[in-house]
């Protein structure tokens, strides 16, 4: 599968935005799919992950109550809607796949190329 992420920008603090991964091939029910995000220097971060088809959602603390993963299955898209940004959510946000539930970015073998946002204060 081929991951395509999209919808990254430059947001004033407390705005939001919405991150896109269209998914080309096939995905398998059991699939998991995660975001990611990098800030310049660290390390990459998980941030929230849903199962392809229970749609079963799981965040990281950070990310709790501001963001909401979903997906399409008709678009084969899985989303990122982040809400109440602020400049420490700044970095490059990633989408990929799983096979199983899975936290550690080392468990996801397929990747998307990346879309950064950046949050101003």
């Known amino acids: 599968v081929q991951l395509q992420a999209s919808g990254g920008g430059l947001v004033q603090a407390g705005g939001s935005l919405r991150l896109s991964c269209a998914a080309s091939g096939r995905t398998f029910s059991s699939a998991v799919m995660g975001w990611f995000r990098q800030a310049p220097g660290a390390e990459r971060l998980f941030v929230a992950a849903?199962?392809?088809?229970?749609?079963?959602?799981y965040y990281a603390d950070s990310a709790k109550g501001r963001f909401t993963i979903s997906r399409d299955k008709a678009k084969n898209t899985v989303y990122l809607q982040m809400n109440s940004l602020e400049p420490e959510d700044t970095a490059v946000y990633y989408c990929?796949?799983?096979?199983?539930?899975?936290?550690?970015?080392?468990?996801?073998?397929?990747w998307g190329q990346g879309t950064l946002v950046t949050v101003s204060s």
């Open positions: 849903i199962r392809w088809g229970t749609g079963g959602t």
């Open positions: 990929a796949k799983a096979t199983e539930l899975a936290y550690a970015p080392a468990q996801y073998k397929s």
